[in-house]
């Protein structure tokens, strides 16, 4: 079994920062891409920042320049750290992972259960 465990979420002022950080655990065989995505209320989830296995990064236009995403993949984890945070980037954000868990032939999407973020004086 896989599992992507995210932590870091929580209350902020506008012109803060967090850092969330996205932890994936079991029985993995190999991690391809990993994200992070965020789904406000009333809207479709959206991208906000993917890296590949080497390190190749794209963001959503809304955050470049603000946020950015690294991973550690001594630890399967991935990070993004946002700064210059604004109300809109109020929302749930999600941990995602392209992997190939030990059990299986192919490699497919695993997701986190999300973790809320607030940007709000």
């Known amino acids: 079994q896989v599992q992507l465990v995210e932590v870091g979420g929580g209350l902020v002022q506008p012109g803060g920062s967090l850092r969330l950080s996205c932890a994936a655990s079991?029985?993995?065989?190999?991690?391809?891409?990993m994200g992070w995505y965020r789904q406000a209320p009333g809207k479709q989830r959206e991208l906000v920042a993917r890296?590949?296995?080497?390190?190749?990064?794209n963001y959503a236009d809304s955050v470049k320049g603000r946020f950015t995403i690294s991973r550690d993949n001594a630890k399967n984890t991935v990070y993004l750290q946002m700064n210059i945070l604004k109300p809109e980037d109020t929302a749930v954000y999600y941990c995602n992972a392209d992997l190939r868990p030990l059990y299986r032939q192919y490699s497919q999407e695993y997701w986190g259960r999300g973790t809320q973020v607030t940007v709000s004086s």
């Open positions: 890296i590949s296995s080497v390190d190749s990064t």
């Open positions: 079991g029985s993995i065989f190999r991690i391809n891409a």
